[in-house]
Nanobody
């Protein structure tokens, strides 16, 4: 089991920055092989923003490349998303995600979401 708790959302002007953090807890945190961030805007499907493997390899959505940076602290079971040069189209609920392998099974875990609003 993994519990994920996000923090750091809020309202920011276009061009501004925000840093999201996600703390993982539970008995399966050592099994988290990928942690990441997804987002869902009103009327749209949830989409991958960025993820990071335990070894540090990353994947970014094309829409955020060069503006967002994902980082991970394996010792403290945290993942962060530094978001710069924010645009109104970045407005969404951002969800922390973790994939963990327990025994022979893969599990996906989600946080409760944090709202990011980019508006003047």
């Amino acid at each position: 089991q993994v519990q994920l708790v996000e923090s750091g959302g809020g309202l920011v002007h276009p061009g501004g920055s925000l840093r999201l953090s996600c703390a993982a807890s539970g008995r399966s945190t050592d099994s988290m092989y990928v942690m990441g961030w997804y987002r869902q805007a009103p009327g749209k499907e949830r989409e991958l923003v960025a993820d990071i493997a335990r070894g540090g390899s990353t994947i970014y959505a094309d829409s955020v490349k060069g503006r967002f940076t994902i980082s991970r602290d394996n010792a403290n079971n945290t993942v962060h998303l530094q978001m710069n040069i924010l645009k109104p189209e970045d407005t969404a609920v951002y969800y922390c995600n973790a994939d963990a392998r327990v025994g022979l099974e893969d599990f996906t875990y989600w946080g409760q979401g944090t709202q990011v609003t980019v508006s003047s």
